[in-house]
């Protein structure tokens, strides 16, 4: 049997089989065993805090609807905006996976081809050591941007008004509408709809250049002038 060429290929389709076993699952487990899984507790920085407050401040009535107010005592408003933080962030990640948002939008920076100068730095192996990584949504095609990096690109007017109602923003976008995300308009966001935003605003926070894109130029604010 193995004289005939039959044997020696299904004696090579074996060994190629392990060698990419071992290569691709084993020796990563090796490699980063070392380095724990974090907890969505864990995930919650400074800019993540930041974009949960501003939700606060840009939908005031959907935000205490959803979560209530926080308590007058400094400290145990940290602690509770933490909390609804991590809760909101948890519901984000179920939402952008039930919708199937990764099918059009990966999340992972390559190599290649000058996608750091679009995307941001090339994602590492870091990144992904976290439970909202699971599923990993690497993904394959991008008929939307590449969202490793959105979180601060954009404001949260900009993501609900996207969710909304896509082609207000984007003439022939392919994206469909989630309007039962909202309470009837986009600046009325469900407590889903305000767990998308900041599911969408924490991508990339983690990084200390935030937002990290390099061309990324901020749409310049203009004050009124005052007229005596």
């Not at 004289?3 to 290929?9: A, F, Q, V």
């Not at 394959?140 to 990096?149: F, I, K, M, Q």
């Amino acid at each position: 049997m193995f004289e005939r060429k039959s044997g020696i290929i299904l004696i090579a389709g074996i060994g190629f089989f392990a060698l990419a076993f071992l290569s691709n699952a084993v020796v990563p487990v090796l490699m980063y065993q070392h380095m724990p899984e974090k907890s969505v507790k864990e995930l919650i920085n400074g800019n993540l805090r930041y974009q949960f407050e501003d939700l606060a401040q840009r939908f005031p009535e959907a935000f205490e609807k959803a979560y209530g107010q926080p308590p007058a005592d400094p400290e145990q408003a940290s602690t509770w905006y933490n909390d609804h933080c991590e809760s909101a962030l948890k519901l984000g990640h179920q939402i952008y996976v039930g919708e199937g948002c990764w099918h059009c939008h990966s999340q992972f920076v390559r190599p290649v081809s000058n996608e750091d100068r679009r995307w941001g730095p090339v994602s590492k192996s870091w990144e992904y050591q976290n439970e909202l990584q699971r599923p990993v949504m690497f993904g394959t095609r991008r008929v939307g941007p590449d969202l490793c990096r959105e979180g601060g690109r954009r404001s949260s007017d900009w993501q609900a008004v996207h969710f909304f109602n896509p082609e207000a923003l984007s003439v022939g976008s392919p994206m469909p509408r989630y309007p039962w995300l909202f309470d009837g308009a986009p600046d009325k966001p469900t407590i889903r709809g305000l767990a998308l935003l900041t599911y969408i605003q924490w991508l990339g926070s983690w990084h200390e250049t935030y937002p990290y894109y390099e061309d990324y130029i901020p749409v310049p604010i203009k004050t009124a002038s005052k007229t005596e």
